[in-house]
């Protein structure tokens, strides 16, 4: 089985920053990629940021400049770095990792999310 488990959210005033983890563990061969999304109350969920194996990255929006993803594939673990956080960055944040599996089947797995509330 594969598990995909998110860390690093909590509670932080505006202009504030967090880092929030996820990494993947269980039996697989490799990782293709990956990415955060999050959902805010009676929202969509968005991708914020996505990762490739070999390090291309892309951001919404109103996230470039503020964000930054990166990954370790040694450590099958993604990272985001949020800064200069701001109140509508508020939201559940998940990871989603691009599973390579026995005989090059690829699967999308989720994490659980993680909470990220800014507020004054």
């Known amino acids: 089985q594969v598990q995909v488990v998110e860390s690093g959210g909590g509670l932080v005033q505006p202009g504030e920053s967090l880092r929030l983890s996820c990494v993947a563990s269980?039996?697989?061969?490799?990782?293709?990629?990956m990415g955060w999304y999050r959902q805010a109350p009676g929202k969509e969920r968005e991708l914020v940021a996505g990762?490739?194996?070999?390090?291309?990255?892309n951001y919404r929006d109103s996230v470039k400049g503020r964000f930054t993803i990166s990954r370790d594939n040694a450590k099958n673990t993604v990272y985001l770095q949020l800064s200069s956080l701001k109140v509508e960055d508020t939201a559940v944040y998940y990871c989603?990792?691009?599973?390579?599996?026995?005989?090059?089947?690829?699967?999308?797995?989720w994490g659980q999310g993680t909470q990220v509330t800014v507020s004054s």
């Open positions: 989603n990792a691009a599973i390579v599996r026995r005989w090059g089947r690829v699967s999308g797995y």
């Open positions: 990762i490739t194996r070999d390090g291309s990255t």
């Open positions: 269980g039996n697989f061969v490799s990782i293709n990629d």
